[in-house]
């Protein structure tokens, strides 16, 4: 009788695909040790692997972190990373005293060791930042990867590790070896709905929410110096703010001049650029194409976009709440045409203020989204006429467009008028998608839209015209009984004085996590 076979020749009989397949239902833990088990598993395993936990990485501003990207940039892991999302998480002192009741199930000692490596890591991270060192690290990590494409920054923790039951979520690297011994999360519990409760920062922040305000601005202008300091050798094609908590105003993207040079060539390598905008702040004093004084609620934002003339692709989300006339300022800029240009700095009346960027052409910007904003239908066509000869896809998701108190009592019916205006433009478009969109007179009076009962209605072809029609056809909005709200308080309300006298569905990550080796693979799990 003849033996029975060992495990680990059966392994090495096993075709590659069934491998990958058993592999597949493993959590990480067990899935590291399968790897482990001999070279040939490894080795059949490698790219799967790689793929999984090493195409798109997480990272936060932490030396345990940031040493983690340079390992994995000088490893032969290097090649399969082509996306790299920068956290908004850190240790914080605020966290720490909220989570207090944690450390208070611990014996004496361990509460001591567990207070000790949060202050060195609070401490390590403080002086990270402030000498930085965290640029320095970043650069060399992400300048070793050869395939790099995309770049991005988030304040969350994805869903989706599949692996390791379906609540487990994708961490920067670092955030679960660091709660292990502190007890305390990295992430913060600061909302921009907190944040933004009234009507802008001067209002309602206390110092905490300022500081997650001013940290994501660092975060921010970190990866902006890196993506200008890359673009000579290696280019980043891709870069990415995905925020669920907070969003960016205006003042994030104020840059210094020395910044501005040394950021804005970079910009015109992007092909995809999506932003997650908070459009409630301090306004910025311009001289206007009529040499007159004009507040500016989105100057150094366009300043950003004037200098990405070779989009392809284009995602703004403007958060709520939001105001109308930043949005405003926003989108007809956009659609301004490039011809409309401004006066020069020698014709200004007012030396010393600046003049708005000058807006551009596009001209490859193929696909438009546009979420969370309360916008004028006539923007959306000037836009779309604009972009004409480019436009390929236009998203459009939980946005309202803004319809006077006349409109909202006669029940003017705004996505079909605009609708049916689209269609007269003759554009070439392939995709169209409508998603739990509504209209009303800003966020009051809300009346949402269906398609034929539901909330969502994508479309996809090549006759435009006719899938405007489908749309229209699909189209159904349901009237609210009930008298609509007496407004004329609120149109009295002057906005601009109040803010001038304050100055006031994404690439996914579930597809991030790993390390550079199988004990760094499990640090997440």
């Known amino acids: 009788m003849s033996p029975s076979p060992s495990p680990s020749s059966c392994l090495l009989r096993t075709p590659v695909e069934v491998l990958a397949q058993i592999a597949s239902y493993l959590p990480t833990t067990e899935y590291c040790a399968l790897r482990r088990s001999c070279k040939h598993v490894e080795a059949a395993l490698f790219h799967p692997f790689a793929t999984e936990f090493f195409k798109r990485r997480q990272f936060m501003l932490t030396e345990f972190s940031l040493e983690a ?28 005293r909220n989570n207090l009741f944690r450390h208070q199930r611990l014996d004496e000692y361990e509460q001591a060791l567990h207070l000790n490596r949060f202050s060195e890591e609070y401490d390590s991270h403080t002086a990270l930042i402030t000498s930085g060192r965290d640029y320095e690290m970043l650069l060399e990590g992400l300048t070793g ?13 994805s869903m ?57 601005k660092r975060v921010l202008t970190t990866l902006l110096r890196v993506l200008g300091a890359m673009a000579s050798a290696t280019p980043i094609s891709r870069f990415e703010v995905i925020l669920r908590r907070l969003a960016l105003n205006d003042h994030s993207f104020s840059m210094s001049p020395a910044l501005q040079s040394a950021i804005f060539p970079a910009l015109g390598h992007l092909k995809a650029l999506f932003l997650d905008l908070c459009t409630m702040a301090p306004a910025t ?33 403007c958060k709520n709440p939001q105001s109308p006339l930043a949005v405003a300022e926003l989108f007809s800029w956009l659609a301004r045409p490039a011809a409309d240009q401004h006066p020069s700095l020698d014709s200004q009346v007012y030396p010393g203020l600046p003049l708005l960027p000058p807006s551009r052409d596009f001209p490859n910007l193929q696909t438009v989204e546009i ?123 002057d906005e601009d004085e109040d803010e001038d006298d ?24």
Request: net charge negative.
């Open 285 to 317: 004093k311009i001289e206007n194409e009529q040499h007159s004084i004009q507040s500016s609620y989105q100057y150094h934002l366009l300043q950003l976009l004037t200098n990405a003339t070779s989009l392809e692709h284009l995602r703004l989300n």
């Open 145 to 157: 990867l050869p395939n790099l494409q995309a770049i991005g920054v988030r304040d969350f923790h």
């Open 502 to 525: 304050e100055d006031d569905a994404d690439i996914d990550d579930d597809a991030m996590g790993g390390m550079a080796d199988d004990a760094e693979a499990e640090e997440d799990a």
């Open 371 to 493: 979420g969370f904003a309360f916008i004028e239908p006539q923007a959306l066509i000037g836009l779309c006429t604009k972009l004409k000869s480019s436009l390929r896809a236009i998203n459009l998701h939980k946005i309202n467009l803004c319809a006077s108190t006349n409109q909202q009592t006669d029940k003017v019916n705004l996505w079909t008028r605009l609708l049916h205006q689209l269609s007269g433009l003759d554009l070439a478009l392939n995709s169209i998608v409508l998603e739990e969109v509504g209209q009303g007179l800003a966020m009051y009076n809300l009346v949402p839209v269906k398609f034929h009962g539901q909330k969502k209605m994508r479309w996809s072809g090549k006759a435009t015209a006719y899938g405007l029609k489908d749309l229209i056809d699909a189209l159904e909005i349901e009237w609210p009984t009930e008298a609509p709200m007496d407004h004329r308080d609120l149109d009295e309300y």
């Open 69 to 96: 990207l340079i390992d994995i940039s000088k490893s032969r892991l290097a090649p399969s990373v082509e996306y790299v999302t920068l956290s908004t998480d850190k240790p914080r002192w605020d966290v720490f």
């Open 160 to 216: 989706g590790r599949y692996r390791d039951g379906g609540h487990t979520k994708w961490r920067p690297y670092g955030s679960t070896t660091f709660q292990k011994q502190t007890s305390i999360p990295t992430e913060s519990d600061t909302s921009l709905y907190r944040y933004h409760a009234g009507f802008g920062i001067s209002h309602t922040s206390s110092p905490s929410e300022e500081a997650e305000m001013v940290y994501l």
